[in-house]
């Protein structure tokens, strides 16, 4: 008879902080930029360099842990833990153990079962490490200390989480937290966002815990779930079959689907930890604390009350625009230019969204400016232009945030307004195709429709197709009636 098991799932989650500087020294955090160039005697661990804490921070990981509900401690402290690798130039790495900055919050989510709350069990601060290249000869590998030093802050939960739906549930609705803080643009894809699952099963109804495995490289969220699936599998497979799963570290292969193990999994007492000698402990009292609430933005749920009470477009709009922070400030800024809140909705919810799926790209990158968004619809409002042209012009904009206005003007874009133009492409329409004709005067109105779109078909798109469905009802009735 085959048990049945339950899921038992927690993670770390990495968040690579938006300070322009390193935690602890003055060296630059831009992404990408040539191998070991943002570097300096502190982050590379130099003899005798001393880190000072990035105050900027500071402030990220109390605004991250106030908008999740913890309790900010008034005293935190900083740990070094000691390990031993290529890409930790100091042979440890500066965290937070014994004393991290903020405990005991949590997430509420929604998912199809109803609602949950996943707990988070401390927010800690920490520097990232390097970065090891394994060159393609499998011979060399090459480090890149760029990215250590980079300031991080990790998010430990409760093992709270039963399937990967409330897993995903969860870091969506806590990077949408961190990105309308500005606290990091929380991209997968760049490493700025990282998770490590820690998953066990257990047979159902049982209150003990089965023995975990921590999954790394998970870098999108189809990964995660995949991940998930594949581990859980996996163990059940051997408890069936009578053998044990082991405490370590695996690795996830998305793209051979399965994970292959890594090292046994690491305990506390193996990292030696022990409080840095060369940074002071941080007091955090009440009047800061305040300074960061009074700092917090308008939050998603928020919005969503306002945008159903301000503007009064639908509420799956409402819910699609604010699950991004670029999303929201665009549409409220252009709001603001043009007053036309459900028009700008609209260039959001059909353009907008087309555009990010055809290109893979991840709404924080839309390079739109709301006034140049305000002015296309404008020239659509006045005729200037039609709607086939303005999409045209959009997908221009979606590239490189030309002006629309300048753009209509150079390509020459305006719609046709020559009366003597557009009547003659009507006639010629007209002549082409008696058939459309006979059924339109036989009552069927979809057969002006089609002459409307000859006529736009000859203009390249340029005309109006309200004042060309008007021209020819026009010339329509003056042929049948003879006036």
């Known amino acids: 008879m085959t048990r049945e098991y339950e899921t038992v799932i927690g993670l770390e989650v990495h968040v690579e902080l938006a300070a322009r500087t390193k935690i602890f020294c003055g060296c630059s955090t831009a992404f990408g930029g040539s191998p070991n160039s943002h570097t300096c005697p502190v982050c590379t661990g130099m003899p005798g360099a001393l880190p000072v804490l990035n105050r900027q921070v500071l402030d990220y990981a109390v605004a991250v842990g106030l908008a999740t509900h913890c309790e900010v401690e008034e005293y935190c402290r900083f740990d070094r833990k000691n390990y031993f690798y290529p890409d930790n130039p100091q042979n440890y790495q500066i965290s937070q153990l014994y004393l991290p900055v903020c405990r005991e919050g949590y997430v509420d989510v929604e998912v199809p079962e109803g609602g949950r709350r996943i707990r988070i069990h401390e927010i800690h601060m920490e520097e990232d490490a390097g970065k090891l290249i394994h060159c393609e000869d499998g011979r060399h590998t090459l480090v890149d200390y760029n990215r250590s030093g980079v300031p991080l802050i990790e998010i430990v939960t409760e093992p709270d989480m039963g399937n990967a739906q409330e897993v995903i549930a969860f870091l969506e609705n806590l990077r949408l937290l961190i990105q309308y803080l500005g606290a990091s643009d929380c991209k997968l894809q760049e490493g700025s966002l990282r998770v490590d699952v820690n998953l066990s099963v257990r047979e159902a109804g049982t209150a003990a815990p089965g023995i975990r495995t921590e999954m790394k490289n998970l870098n999108s969220f189809h990964a995660i779930s995949r991940a998930i699936a594949s581990e859980r599998e996996r163990q059940i497979a051997l408890l069936e079959g009578g053998g044990k799963v082991v405490l370590e570290t695996r690795r996830w292969d998305d793209g051979a689907g399965c994970s292959h193990a890594m090292r046994s999994k690491e305990e506390v007492r193996d990292y030696r930890y022990f409080p840095d000698p060369d940074l002071p402990p941080v007091r955090i009292d009440r009047a800061y604390l305040e300074q960061i609430r009074a700092q917090a933005p308008e939050f998603p749920t928020e919005k969503r009350i306002r945008y159903r009470q301000e503007y009064g477009i639908p509420d799956y709009d409402i819910r699609i625009i604010t699950d991004s922070k670029r999303m929201a400030d665009l549409f409220e800024a252009a709001t603001a230019i043009c007053g036309q809140p459900k028009k700008v909705s609209n260039w959001l919810m059909g353009e907008t969204l087309r555009l990010l799926r055809e290109r893979n790209m991840d709404a924080q990158d839309i390079c739109v400016s709301p006034g140049h968004l305000a002015a296309l619809i404008g020239l659509v ?40 133009l557009l009547g003659r492409a009507a006639r010629e329409a007209m002549a082409a195709n008696p058939r459309s004709v006979a059924d339109y005067r036989g009552g069927k109105e979809k057969a002006l429709g089609f002459l409307v779109g000859q006529v736009m078909k000859a203009l390249g798109g340029k005309a109006d197709p309200v004042g060309v469905a008007e021209l020819l009802r026009e010339l329509l009735r003056r042929d049948e009636t003879g006036a």
């Open 381 to 420: 409002d006045k005729r200037v232009i039609t709607g086939s042209v303005a999409k045209e012009v959009y997908e221009v904009m979606f590239e490189s945030d030309v002006d629309p206005v300048e753009y209509v003007e150079e390509k020459g874009l305006k719609t046709v307004g020559d009366g003597e």
